[in-house]
Every structure is written in C-alpha cells, then in structure tokens.
C-alpha cells in the first residue's frame, strides 16, 4: 500500500499499516531535511488521561476534552469521528513513546508543566526524527523529493499513483491508498483562488508542500469536501520572515503591550481581542484586511521591555518621526495616532511614551484552513454521492474539518493528525491482507 | 556555517532560539537564555561553554538549513567556545599559540620528547637506551630522579598555574553579580554535573554521536578518559608516597598501589580517548567546527599516547624496550602538561565556570510560569 504525506499522519498511517502486515511504500514530496510537515513546528499535544502519567501531570479526562471540542466547533461536527478522537487521545503518547519519541519530564526546561499537553523533547522536529527512525527500522520504503502529482483507480481493483521525483514522472502501482497530505492553503495560487486578491500579502507558517493538490485530486475525483475553505487560522506574524515555513518565531506575540496601525499611520483595533492567548486569531483577519495585508506593531521602550523575543529584531528608532520614517509610513499620522492612544489607553496597554520607540511590520500568518475531505469512521474517503472505494483512505489535516470545522484547540492539531493516521494505517492494512 | 562576526551570529541564533524554545529541554542553554533580547559578549562567552557540542539541537531544530534562518547553534557555539578559550589563555601571548593549536600541541609534545631523550643521552650514557634495566632504581637509571621529579614537577607546575589564571580570567568574565553565600549555595549542584557529566545525556536519549540517533557513548566514553587520567594522576601521587614515605624505589610490583591505579588509569584512558577519536572521526561535519575539531583530535591522540606508552612501559619494563619506552612516556607527560594550558583541556575548568554560573542563575530562577499556562505552538 502506499502512503501519501511523510507528515506526523502520513508517518502513523505507515508503521500501523507496517506493524498490520501490510508492506508500506511512503511518498514525501519534501526534500529529507524539510521531511515532517507541520509537525516540525509542533510543540505539544494533546491527550486525556484519568490519572498522572510520567510525562502529564495531574488528570484530563475524556468528558472534559469532549466539553472543550463542543465549546469550539459547536453541534457541527462529525460525532463518531469525534468519539474516537477522544478515546484515541488516551493512548497515543504511549505508541509515539514505543515508535522511540521521548517525551519531556514535566518540569525540566522552562515550560510549565501542562495537565492537558505533553511536549516531545526537542520539539516536534525530534518526534519526526524519531518516527522516522522506527518507519526505517520497520521496513517502510521512504521516498523524498517524491510529489504525487494525481491518483486514478485502476480497473478492477488500486490505484496508479503518478509521482514527480527528480523532475521524472513516474507511475506506482499499488492495492490501496492513503492520503496524508496535509490541510490545503500553502500553495498562494490555492489561496488566491480561495480568499481572493487579499491573500497576495500572506505568509504561510507552515510547510509550502502541504498545497492542496491531493485535496482538489479528491474532490475532483468525486469526494466530498467538507468545512468552508474561506474559514482558516490566521495571525500575526513578522512581514520580514520567510514566505514559508516561519513556524513559531515569526508569530508577533506582543500586541496587548503596544498599538497597531496600518500603513496609513492610522490606528486599528479589534474590539475583544484583549490579552487572552486567542488575541493572535483575531488580529490575524484583520491585518488580512488591512491595505496592503500589512500592518505596524508600535512599542516603546517600556512595551518592547516586556514583550517575548521574536526572531527578528524589532525596528528601532530614537522618536517616533524617524520610526515613521523608518517604516515608510506617514509621521504625522502616526503621531495623531499614538496621541489618540495615550489620551485613552485600552485596557491592558500602557501608553506609547518612553523612547526608544520599536516597531514590528505584521502580515496574516496562515495556519490551516477549516476545509478538507469528508472521511467515514475508518478513514475512507466518502463520495459526494455518498459511496466510497474501500481501498482509499485520508487522514491528518486533510480531513481534520470532519470534526474541526470551526475553532481549535491547542495541541489538538498532532493528536488529531497522529490518532486518525493510525486509523487509516490498520484499516488500509486490514484492507489489504484480505 | 558561521557569519564573518560571529558575535552577530550568534545574536541572530540565540534570538530566534529564545524566541522557539523547543530545544529546552535538552541542555542548560536554553533556560539560560529563556525571554533574553539581547545578548553580550559575556553572555555568549559563558553560552558557548554550556554548550557540550551534543547536537541535538542541531538534529530538532526546525530551522535548520535549508531552512532560510539557518540555525546552526553547536556550530556557532563551538566558534565562540574557541574564541573564549583564546581571550581569556594566560599568559595572553598564548592565544596566539592557541589559534594555532592543532601544530601548538604536537609541536610542545615534540619538544618535549626531544628535550627527553637529550637528557637520557646526556645524564647516562649513550647505552642507557639499549640496556635492559631491573630491579628497584632501574627507571632513575634512564632518567636521573632529580630531573626527572624536577621536569614533571616544573611542567605540571605551569599546567596549574596558567589553567587557574585563565580560568580565574573566565570566571571574571562570566560571573554574575553575586554573593559569596549564593556561589556557595549552588556549588555543589555544579559539582555534580560535573561529576554525573549529567548534561551528556541530551535530556535523556543521550548525544547525537552521529545522524537523528541518540545513545549514551559519549558519556560513557568522557568517563573513561576522564577516570582515566585522575587513576593515572593517583597513581603517580601513590608512588611518591612509596618512594618519599616508605623509602621504596619503581619500579614497583604488579600488585601494588601505583601500579595498579596506574594499569587501570591507563587502560580506561587509552580506551576512553580512542573511543571519543572514533566518535570524532564519525561526527556529522554540519554542526561541527573543523578548528574545534583539530583541537580534539590533538587532545585526544596526546591523551591516547600517554596512556598506551604508560602501559607499555609497564609490559615491557624487564626487557630491553624498557628504556626507550620510559623516555618516550616521560617526553609525552611532559608535553602534555607543557601543552595543557593551550588544549582542549581548557574545556574542563570553563565548562565547570559555566556550569557554576548556570547553577547560581536556576537557583535564582524560581519556577516562574504558572502550570497551564503553555498552550500550544499555533
Ligand atoms: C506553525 C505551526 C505550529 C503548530 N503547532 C502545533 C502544536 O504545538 N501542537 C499541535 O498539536 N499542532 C500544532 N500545529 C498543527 C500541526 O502541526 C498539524 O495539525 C499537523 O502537523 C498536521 O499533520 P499532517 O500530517 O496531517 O499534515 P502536514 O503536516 O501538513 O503534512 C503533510 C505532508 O504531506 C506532504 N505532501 C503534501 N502534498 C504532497 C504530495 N502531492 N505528494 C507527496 N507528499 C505530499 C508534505 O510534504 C507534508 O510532509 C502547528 C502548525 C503550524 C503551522
Ligand atoms: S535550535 Fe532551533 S528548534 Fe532549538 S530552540 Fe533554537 S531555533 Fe528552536
Ligand atoms: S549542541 Fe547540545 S549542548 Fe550545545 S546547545 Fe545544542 S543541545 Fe545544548
């Protein structure tokens, strides 16, 4: 069988096919040392647990993380996919932990210990490493640089997976598929068809191969889709990171500590936003809606003092003239703006006074998309007619909507790509051992 | 690899590390630089020192190239350690020696053998070295006592004094402000790190001696070499017990004291160093520096040396190799101790400054976050 996507679902689809009795083939369309998808810029995931384990303390129980999914995605949900999700949610750091993961003691390193997380340590990129390992030792074939460009069900029964390496098209033959390649929306002619002339000026933060080929193939072999592909996470991030793959450093955390304008100098706000974790998703759309898709974090001395390092140094400037200068922005303008501020600061934010002044240049930072393929219980790909081939399968975030189709949760993304990977590897090996 | 100011580079890496923290939990580095803006050469001169070259953080690093941020921390690191190791040498003139290490030490090593063998020649006669010696006094015939205590006791001398000041030197440069009740307090949590070398075990799985892989050997390795050398150093402090206190002149029986110390300190050091060679020789060239890699290298043959002429020494000493094999051994004692002050051995005291700096600072850092507070990365 073959596995489409070396992400964190395509890598658990694999080694549960493999350890199935299945022989498993796995196309990575990245190169090896980009290999994992958006599970390198993972930190945590999540997982119930009814009493304390070794690496999550304290207890987080089925019911709770059951209130929490309702109280994000609401009724609109896939209930049985969600139910296994949750019940999955308890094992799978145990079976990343056999596949050779390490997982951080609580309390070691800076981060607090977090009842409803655990943290791969070394980060995602190390979880990767190691699940690779176990697929090498397994005895998955891994091929990189490998992009599967379409997929046709053969007469009879399989599939003929074209795949593009090393700029050679080449045909596979295999019993089953499974499509692990990712939630769409890296690829900026899929986001210009989606969101229109405003996504010009996004930054993807995740891989650029998670591009929305597979999922468009599926649909246009008849799937369903699901969710609304105008719908997606997206925050702040830094206008001069790279275009891709900026993962976490790039993300602009210190909004509550300063004022945003655009590049008009004129002041924006979203009513709400606050200081809660979930400001960034809300400030996200409305940079998106900015001219431009840009905007200008302005901190003084006392703001930048508090504020998280982020990857990029912050513009400085001794006033707030050369600052505007520096940003290309009208000085007049932003020093109206600033003014208006500090007459009637918001609520968490000080006011802009205390030279050296510091600025951040901000673009929405595209996380996933609330979009993807509708899948029945054990990962098969359902039909827009309501049929389904029993030999192809998707997981991970491409079908992350059947129970995702609003909100998230944090951690949820890797356990929900690493539970639902696995499903699709029994029954795909299920499948193919008859 | 490295910008041409490493100091920038390494600004630009620790900021995009303390901006990610993921690899916090693999070394001390990163808690020490946890919500750090800025960073100065004193920051970054004790950082290099904390940084045990493990490469784990080369492997999880999620910006590692062909990533555009280009995060190499063991690389940047291992410039800087170089560096902190050449400004801080004493006397100062020895950075310039140092810079050139990799010829500096085999160079003092040769000397040294050849001021060794002149002596042999030149204090006993030209047959010293073909003669087989035996019985108690048959090494003071190759080498006369005095000079030859006169010789160790000189280089080692200097290998204690010029290691103290530039660690003093180091120490200046990295210490925190702080009270001597607190350097005291956090001593022997330094200590056993030192001791434990707990921080070789990369959080856990242990080094990256080559490839995503993790295991233990180069820990395990470092001990030996390590015990190695302090067997060894016991084993002479035990003969000059035998020969000041009770009057008995080497060589000694098999089964005693100084021989012992010393044929177990051998092996394990041999061993030891031999084995840390062959992790060197397999290591990822990435994350590695070539000029710390020499740097090693001369270390670790000098060390392998001296614990396989030592044995030899031993196993041939009623023959008559034994000659020009004692001289052989005492040429590389003394080298090693010449070449000490501007080695690799250097890594031992600066690595045990950084580790008491970093325990000072996590004494002082009370657990700050509040639990559940960590969200995800999104
Ligand atoms: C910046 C960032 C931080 C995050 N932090 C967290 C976190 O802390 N905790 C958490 O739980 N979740 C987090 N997430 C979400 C999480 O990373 C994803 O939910 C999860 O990794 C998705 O896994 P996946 O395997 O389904 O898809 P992906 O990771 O997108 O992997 C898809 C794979 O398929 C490959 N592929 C795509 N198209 C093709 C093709 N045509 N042919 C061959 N291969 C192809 C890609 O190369 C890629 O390797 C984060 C996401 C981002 C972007
Ligand atoms: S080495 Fe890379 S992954 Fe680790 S903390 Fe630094 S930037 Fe993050
Ligand atoms: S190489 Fe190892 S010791 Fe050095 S900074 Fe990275 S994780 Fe820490």
């Given at each position: ?237 830094d206008a001069r990171g790279p275009q891709f793959d900026g993962g976490i450093v790039t993300r602009i955390t210190s909004i509550p500590l300063g004022v945003v304008v655009d590049r008009s100098g004129a002041r924006i706000d979203v009513v709400g936003a606050g200081s809660q974790p979930t400001h960034y998703a809300k400030w996200g759309p409305r940079i998106a ?146 | ?29 990163f808690p020490a630089i946890d919500g750090k803006h800025n960073f100065s050469l004193s920051d970054v001169s004790y950082l290099s020192n904390l940084c045990h070259n493990c490469q784990g953080c080369w492997h999880d690093c999620q910006y590692a190239p062909p990533h555009p941020f280009a995060v190499n921390l063991p690389a940047t690191f291992a410039d800087l ?80 004094i010029a290691v103290t000041l530039a660690t003093l030197r180091y120490w200046r440069t990295i210490a925190p402000e702080t009270a001597i009740s607190e350097i005291l307090r956090a001593l022997p949590i330094a200590f056993s790190d030192i001791i434990t070398l707990r921080h070789l075990g990369g959080g856990g799985p242990g080094c990256h001696d080559h490839n ?167």
């Open positions: 069988m073959t596995v489409i996507g070396g992400g964190i679902a395509g890598l658990c689809a694999a080694i549960a096919a493999r350890r199935g009795g299945a022989a498993v083939r796995l196309l990575e369309a990245a190169p090896r040392p980009l290999r994992g998808g958006n599970a390198r810029h993972g930190r945590n995931f999540r997982l119930t647990h009814e009493t304390p384990l070794d690496y999550v303390p304290d207890r987080y129980t089925a019911d709770e993380l059951r209130a929490e999914l309702r109280s994000v995605t609401g009724e609109e949900t896939d209930r049985v996919l969600t139910e296994a999700l949750i019940e999955r949610s308890y094992s799978i750091a145990g079976w990343l932990i056999e596949h050779g993961v390490h997982l951080q003691p609580p309390g070691t390193g800076v981060m607090p210990y977090s009842r409803r997380t655990a943290f791969p340590l070394g980060g995602g990129k190390a979880m990767i490493n190691a699940l690779y390992a176990s697929a090498e030792r397994l005895g998955i074939a891994i091929n990189y640089d490998s992009e599967v460009r379409s997929i046709l069900h053969s007469e009879g029964s399989g599939w003929t997976v074209n795949v593009r390496s090393t700029g050679a098209d080449a045909p596979i033959r295999t019993r089953s598929v499974v499509v692990c390649a990712g939630g769409a929306g890296a690829d900026p002619a899929w986001l210009r068809a989606n969101f229109g002339s405003t996504a010009e000026g996004w930054m993807v933060r995740g891989t650029p191969y998670a591009d929305g080929r597979l999922l468009d193939l599926l649909i246009g072999a008849g799937g369903c889709a699901i969710g609304d592909p105008t719908t997606c996470h997206v925050v702040p991030v809606a900015c001219p431009g898709q840009i905007a200008y974090l302005v901190l003084d001395t006392q703001g930048l003092a508090r504020a998280a390092p982020s990857a990029l140094a912050p513009v400085t400037a001794p006033n707030l003239g050369e600052l505007a200068a520096a940003l290309q922005i009208d000085p007049t303008a932003l020093l109206q703006s600033i003014e208006d501020f500090n007459a009637a600061p918001a609520n968490a934010a000080r006011t802009i006074a205390e030279p050296p002044f510091a600025a951040y240049p901000m673009r929405p930072g595209l996380t996933f998309v609330h979009y993807g393929i509708k899948v029945d219980a054990t990962m098969r790909v359902v039909q827009a007619d309501g049929r389904r081939h029993d030999d192809l399968f998707a997981a991970g975030m491409i079908m992350a909507a059947n129970v995702l189709r609003r909100g998230y949760l944090a951690g949820l993304g890797i356990t929900l790509s690493a539970v639902f990977g696995q499903i699709a590897g029994e029954e795909a090996a299920r499948h193919v051992r008859g | 690899m490295s910008a041409a100011d490493p100091m920038l580079e390494a600004e630009r890496v620790l900021r995009i590390c303390s901006a990610c923290m993921y690899c916090d939990g693999l070394c001390p580095v350690r170089q560096r902190s190791y050449a400004d801080h040498l004493w006397p100062p003139a020895l950075g310039r020696a140092f810079r050139a290490s990799s010829l500096a030490v085999p160079a003092t090593v040769a000397l040294a053998l050849l001021i060794t063998f002149a002596l042999v020649l030149g204090t006993g006669s030209p047959e010293a070295l073909r003669t087989t010696y035996a019985g108690e006094g048959a090494f003071y015939r190759v080498l006369p006592w005095p000079v030859m205590a006169g010789l160790a006791g000189a280089t080692f001398a200097w290998a204690v995503e892989r993790t295991s233990q050997r180069r820990r395990i390795l470092h001990h030996l070499t390590a015990g190695g050398f302090v067997l060894s150093g016991l084993s002479t402090i035990a003969a000059s017990a035998y020969h000041h206190l009770l009057g008995v002149m080497a060589p000694y029986p098999v089964a005693s004291l100084p021989v012992m110390l010393g044929l177990v300190g051998g092996v394990t050091m041999t061993v030891g160093a031999v084995g840390l060679l062959g992790l060197e020789a397999r290591a990822d060239r990435a994350p590695s520096d070539r000029g710390e890699t020499k740097l090693n290298l001369a270390f670790l043959v000098l060390l392998a040396l001296v614990g396989a002429s030592g044995l030899a020494v031993l196993g041939f000493r009623s023959t008559p190799a034994m000659a020009p094999l004692l001289t052989a051994h005492l040429g590389l004692v003394f080298g090693l101790f010449a070449a000490l002050p501007f080695s690799k051995a250097l890594h031992a005291p600066f690595r045990a400054a950084a580790l008491l700096r970093a325990a000072i600072d996590s004494n002082r850092r009370a657990s700050a976050r509040a639990p559940d507070a960590s969200g995800d990365s999104l």
